[in-house]
C-alpha cells in the first residue's frame, strides 16, 4: 500500500487568502516528503471556491519538486478537455526534468458545467476531445515525429521538447466516476485508476463494480505483458486519539467540504449531457448530506489510528485498492490541524497498513 496527501483547495476567498494556502500546503509537502510519503497530489479547477485556488498542479508541484528530495509529484486531473495536447506534453515533461523523473500525469474529463461553458466547449464533445488530448499527449512524449489529425487539433511532424526524463514516459492515471465506458476504455489502455470518495455508503457497491470493470478489461488486455492494474482512492482523513474527538472536530470540516462540493455541482441543475448520464443533479448529493453520511467511510475516513487502519482494510478490500491519497486540505482547515492530521497517518497508521 503507498500514500500520499492529495490536495483540493475548498477555501473561501474572504476567510482564507491564496497565499496563505499555498503557504501551508507547501510546507505540508516539504513534511509529507520528510515523513515517508509517496505522493503529493493537486487537481486543476476554475472559478468558484471548489478548487479554484489551483488552475495549474503542474505549477504547484514544480514548487514542491524544488523543495524536495524524494516524494512524487501527481496531478490529480489534469482536465485535458481544456488544454491543446502539446502544451500539456511540454509541461509536463518539464515538471519530469524539474523533479529527476518524480512525475506521475494524472488526467481527469471535467465535470463541471460552468468550466466547459468558459472555456466555450461543449459537454457533449468531453469524452471524445479527452481521449484524444491524451492519446496525442503520449505520441509526443514517445514518437520523435508526431502528427494528429482530430476534430480538436491539428499538426504534423511535431517533436515535443523538453523529452520525458522516465522512459517510455511519465506514469499515465486517469480519474473515472461513473461511467462504465470510462472505467473500461482506462482499463484497456492500460493507465492507473483515480477514483474518489463517493457521497453515499450505498454508491460503494456501484464504484466496486466500475473497479472491477477496470480491472478485468485491463487484465484481458495487458496481463500477457505482466503488467497489473493499479487503483488509487482519494479520500479525506481525520485522525484524533479517539473516534469521538475525530468525529467531533472533522464534522463541521466535512459539511464546508461538502457544501463547496455541493455548491459546484449545482451547476448541474437544469443541464444535461449524453456524455455524463445521471448528473443532472448532483448536487443534492452533497448538499443534502446526512449525520449518517458524515459517518461514512464513503465521505471521509474519521477515528482514532486503530479505527482509520480498519477502515482502510475494509476500503481497500471494497475497492481493491494499492494506494490512499489522503485529502488533508478539506473544510478549508488551518495548517496545524493539516500537520496533526499528516504526523498521526504516518506514525500511527500507515506502519499498520502493508
Not at 473500461?184 to 457497491?205: D, R, Y
Amino acid at each position: 500500500m503507498k500514500h500520499g496527501i492529495s490536495l483540493l483547495p475548498d477555501c473561501r476567498p474572504d476567510r482564507r487568502s491564496a497565499a496563505a494556502y499555498f503557504a501551508d500546503v507547501l510546507r505540508l509537502s516539504v513534511l509529507a516528503d520528510e515523513l515517508g510519503f509517496d505522493y503529493v497530489k493537486m487537481t486543476e479547477h476554475y472559478l468558484r471556491d471548489y478548487g479554484g485556488y489551483c488552475p495549474s498542479p503542474l505549477a504547484f508541484l514544480s514548487a514542491v519538486a524544488s523543495r524536495t528530495s524524494r516524494i512524487r509529484m501527481m496531478t490529480g486531473g489534469i482536465q485535458a478537455s481544456f488544454h491543446h495536447p502539446v502544451q500539456l506534453a511540454a509541461d509536463a515533461a518539464q515538471l519530469d526534468a524539474i523533479s529527476a523523473g518524480r512525475l506521475d500525469v494524472g488526467f481527469a474529463r471535467a465535470w463541471l458545467p460552468y468550466e466547459f461553458e468558459v472555456f466555450g466547449i461543449d459537454l457533449d464533445d468531453s469524452r471524445a476531445k479527452f481521449t484524444a488530448t491524451i492519446e496525442a499527449v503520449l505520441r509526443l512524449w514517445t514518437q520523435e515525429k508526431s502528427y494528429e489529425d482530430t476534430p480538436f487539433f491539428r499538426y504534423v511532424d511535431a517533436t515535443s521538447l523538453p523529452p520525458v526524463t522516465q522512459s517510455p514516459h511519465p506514469p499515465v492515471w486517469v480519474a473515472a466516476v461513473r461511467s462504465r465506458e470510462s472505467f473500461a476504455w482506462i482499463g484497456e489502455k492500460g493507465f492507473s485508476l483515480l477514483i474518489a470518495s463517493p457521497p453515499k455508503e450505498s454508491e460503494l457497491p456501484r464504484m466496486r463494480e466500475m473497479v472491477e470493470v477496470y480491472r478485468e478489461t485491463f487484465e484481458d488486455a495487458h496481463a500477457a505483458l505482466g503488467r497489473t492494474p493499479r487503483v488509487a482512492l482519494s479520500v479525506p482523513v481525520y485522525v484524533a486519539e479517539t473516534d469521538e474527538r475525530a468525529l467531533q472536530e472533522a464534522r463541521p470540516l466535512l459539511r464546508e467540504y461538502l457544501q463547496v462540493w455541493g455548491e459546484a455541482a449545482d451547476s448541474w441543475t437544469g443541464v444535461k449531457s449524453s456524455a455524463y448520464p445521471g448528473y443532472s443533479t448532483p448536487g443534492k448529493s452533497f448538499l443534502g448530506a446526512s449525520e449518517e453520511d458524515l459517518r461514512s467511510n464513503a465521505t471521509g475516513v474519521v477515528g482514532s489510528p486503530n479505527s482509520v487502519v480498519e477502515k482502510v482494510r475494509t476500503l481497500r478490500e471494497q475497492l481493491y485498492l494499492d494506494t490512499m491519497l489522503w485529502q488533508i486540505d478539506f473544510g478549508g482547515q488551518e495548517a496545524e490541524s493539516m500537520e496533526r492530521n499528516l504526523r498521526m497517518l504516518a506514525q500511527e497508521v500507515m506502519p499498520k497498513i502493508s
